[in-house]
């Protein structure tokens, strides 16, 4: 018999998610979240189902699937859809394909080449201009004409549930005569996005706007923790480093960009009118809700920021063209996050700098505790969905807990 | 027979770098230099010498092999070592194990994880505050508190004798009112030296200076190529990103540590005194003569630059503690730079940009044209090697041929 699908289930038949998996005794492998189970690949691999190496879905990790080619990963993912309508069909006569997702043990689902963080949303990079710039000009002059970007740390991005250490750190705020190594007093979260790179790309060939979607497998979501103390004193000339590589918390299940379709919706204008190299045409941005929760070590509960994946200024194409408009090569399993996804107002900023303006505003919690940054014990958690007609297609979580400094 | 070292081969029995090579019908493997020829340790490994899984040798990256771990990969070399000098030896009985380097294709020496580059040279981080910044105010105020350094991208990293194509940006020279994607006319090389980790560490736990030498496996010549005018308009506030990621070059040889403890010497005097997670006890320098020479399309050659490794500023082993000091961990294979590494005067410069003053000093050329920047059909090479007591220890080159805009 095939799992009913619980209402409102993040993981509907519009989506089937790829992600790596295990159970207790066995080891990694490819799954499929379906409601709250997860179809397990290596058996249903032995069904005989496709034609192509199905070694693939014995591995620990996603690349070598998703090196075989959208055209294959698509109709894979066609394939389990139309499988799981049939009511006594091959799946329903091999209920062993099917595990508890609670039993199950996630993995970081893409061996993750090289990281890539953009800064694309422009109230989030407004509301920081404002703050550690000049006010009156909060955008640099090149914000509007590029997306900005720095390369991050890929070997500290850890799938969800695994918990992040406070890091340690130089700082030197004002008060300071000389710096200090010592814990992070401003740790805090980034709600992103992500998108796994598809297909590799050749050492000095650019990719178009237009063929960008060929180069993307599919999005989750992304947290970039990171230390505002550390990060204002390193980041001058050469960018974040120590701020940021402490730790990335990735969702396990990657969604392929054809799950999503339904839910793309128009960017918004840009203007300046952008070089040709970064024009777009058509819906280029997703209108994916977000949300942040924060729960205490006491187990006290808050949503703190709801945004929306549709805010960003520069979409993912535009970032992707942009990042091989040098020749830059871009490979399987790549990452490539969105910077923080804030919207209009603090209701949804996307990170406790925003939030607690700097800590000038803390955050009330229900409890009558206050944050000003994330503190020992408390646990963020990021979730994202789109809802249309109906269908909803969702990102799971991606949660860490922060454990004291060692 | 056992081939005879020339003189002065950077490739002597003191050295025996590692690298990944392959000859025409064969795939890549692991060899190691040894003055005009490669042994190849696919075929020593037939002969019975070693006591672990040799098929690391088979391997067309260098990875698996350095992660026996340094016990292992120190004992291969002096065993290796050992065979060199009997001359009736079992090596001398097999010349199957000899191919000749130039018959040899190298290749990437390791699959790099992740690529760190570092601005370590006082010199060089004051020679460009000066340019881009105030005369007056050259270093930054954390220049001489950390090593400050940034993620590179691990993709686009190449070997020795890859062509450069000369890449396409956005830049915006004062005199342009908007800015124009074109190709870069500021294209540069710098001159640096990488290690390659030898050991991964685990997230949350800082490696400590004293134990650096645990993860570092060998060295090699870095060139990371910079269009320094894509660079100037993108790197506010995130740092370098497509003015450097569109190709480095990497020596083809790395050179283990072990090999290099004669060129040991005392760093600088570090004032103001460092933080103690940064402190360092012995030599934490190395006395190492770089070179970099440029030759035209014509074939007309002149040596730009004499400089030494052991001017650093910091040292390996505070750039990864500091590195590792929030708890980001490092893996096998990962590559981490020492930035551009320049001397007193223009005549060990380590970059076209402090040579030719940002253009404003021309480079005269044998053949009576000048340089400001590195123009097409240009060939930049990176040389370097430690001498002492008549022990020679070098690391080839590492080349690259600029080709036009595409």
Not at 46 to 60: A, N, P, R, T
Not at 186 to 196: Q, R, W, Y
Not at 200 to 213: H, K, N, Q, R
């Amino acid at each position: 018999m095939i799992p009913t699908l619980p209402a409102h289930s993040d993981f509907s038949l519009q989506n089937l998610p790829w992600g790596i998996f295990s159970v207790a005794g066995n080891d990694p492998r490819v799954g499929v979240a379906y409601g709250d189970h997860i179809i397990d690949m290596s058996v249903v691999a032995e069904l005989g189902l496709f034609d192509f190496d199905v070694s693939v879905f014995y591995e620990d990790h996603l690349n070598p699937f998703i090196s075989l080619g959208k055209e294959v990963t698509d109709a894979a993912r066609s394939r389990v859809q139309e499988l799981l309508q049939e009511e006594q069909g091959l799946l329903a006569r091999h209920p062993e394909v099917f595990v508890a997702r609670k039993a199950a043990r996630m993995h970081l689902p893409v061996r993750i080449g090289d990281y890539t963080d953009f800064y694309s949303s422009i109230e989030h990079a407004t509301n920081v201009g404002k703050m550690f710039r000049d006010p009156e000009n909060a955008l640099l002059p090149n914000w509007k004409h590029l997306p900005v970007g720095y390369h991050g740390r890929a070997s500290s991005i850890v799938v969800s549930g695994t918990d992040i250490t406070r890091p340690r750190g130089q700082v030197k705020p004002n008060h300071y005569p000389t710096p200090q190594f010592e814990p992070t007093s401003k740790l805090d979260f980034e709600l992103e996005m992500a998108f796994v790179i598809g297909k590799d790309s050749t050492l000095g060939e650019p990719i178009a706007t237009g063929d960008a979607d060929d180069y993307i497998f599919g999005l989750a979501l992304f947290n970039d923790w990171s230390a505002r103390d550390i990060q204002k004193w390193e980041y001058v000339p050469l960018g974040p480093f120590l701020g940021k590589n402490f730790a990335s918390t990735i969702s396990p299940w990657i969604v392929p960009l054809a799950a999503l379709e339904p839910f793309r919706t128009p960017g918004p204008t840009q203007d300046p009118e952008v070089l040709d190299y970064l024009k777009y045409t058509g819906n280029g941005n997703f209108d994916l809700k977000l949300e942040v929760t924060l729960t205490t070590s006491a187990g006290v509960s808050k949503t703190i920021s709801r945004s929306n994946f549709k805010y960003m200024y520069w979409n993912m194409a535009q970032q992707l063209a942009h990042h091989t408009s040098n020749g830059c090569n871009v490979r399987v399993g790549d990452v490539m996050a969105s910077g923080t996804i804030s919207g209009k107002d603090e209701t949804s900023y996307g990170s406790l700098l925003e939030i607690s303006e700097g800590g000038r505003s803390p955050l009330a919690m229900p409890d009558g505790t206050e944050r000003t940054f994330v503190e020992d014990g408390d646990t963020i958690v990021l979730r994202g969905y789109g809802v249309k007609d109906g269908l909803r297609v969702g990102f799971g979580e991606a949660s860490g807990r922060v454990l004291p400094a060692r």
